[in-house]
């Protein structure tokens, strides 16, 4: 069984320019949740997505937009980014969306905005 | 609202020694509470979590941690540290959407000294 994987492992962008973080979910999972984690801090809540739709959001601006692929791989995507947009993204699946299901983790993409 | 306060940002044990991480939660609905481990540059494991059955949870590596609602306190322990016990450490609640994200604290550094 595949676990969960994200790619690129690293990226290096400059401020105002747009960057797509990848995520493949585990095999059976239909949801993808997508946390940033700024150093030294605790992973934020992003948003999350089940079976293709938006559901919730946490407390980022529209900037921060996501798609969910029909094999429920999921993509992020950050517009015109900012120097605190520099993270560790972590992207997590699981069986189904709600508090019952247990979130697997990827090991994230670090992102660095000069 | 949901939330965490892990007390103390880093602690540091001798190797064999007690390991004790504290982790407080505030929440208004009965609580699922986890324990992760962040080993450097790698994404999130689940080491334990509760989700309202006994309230002596046992984990991954020796750890286990015990829900005390009284206290409001989910502390993670395990009777004697290792060297590879050398880690960042988060406990997390469960939001109470229907997302079932989650609520970081902002993680303990734990270090183990020979």
């Known amino acids: 069984e595949t676990g969960v994987t994200q790619s690129p492992t690293h990226l290096i962008k400059t401020r105002g320019q747009q960057v797509t973080l990848r995520c493949s979910s585990q095999?059976?999972?239909?949801?993808v949740s997508w946390y940033q984690q700024a150093l030294g801090q605790g992973p934020q809540f992003i948003f999350q997505?089940?079976?293709?739709?938006?559901?919730g959001r946490g407390n980022f601006p529209p900037r921060f937009s996501g798609l969910q692929f029909p094999n429920y791989s999921s993509e992020l995507n950050v517009n015109a980014l900012e120097l605190d947009d520099s993270a560790l993204y972590l992207c997590a699946s699981s069986w189904q969306a709600g508090r019952y299901n247990e979130q697997f983790f990827g090991p994230g993409t670090r992102l660095t905005v000069l | 609202a949901q939330s965490v306060t892990q007390l103390g940002s880093h602690v540091s044990v001798s190797e064999g020694a007690l390991v004790l991480l504290r982790c407080n939660y505030s929440s208004s609905v009965p609580p699922y509470l986890f324990w992760y481990v962040q080993y450097p540059n790698q994404g999130l494991q689940l080491l334990l979590k509760y989700t309202s059955a006994a309230t002596l949870v046992k984990g991954i590596n020796g750890f286990e941690a015990e829900f005390k609602k009284s206290e409001t306190s989910f502390h993670l322990t395990k009777p004697s540290a290792h060297m590879s016990d050398a880690a960042e450490y988060f406990c997390?609640?469960?939001?109470?959407?229907?997302?079932?994200?989650?609520?970081f604290g902002q993680g303990t550094t734990l270090q183990v000294k020979p």
């Open positions: 997390a609640v469960h939001g109470s959407s229907n997302t079932g994200k989650l609520i």
């Open positions: 997505y089940y079976r293709e739709e938006e559901n």
């Open positions: 095999s059976g999972h239909n949801t």
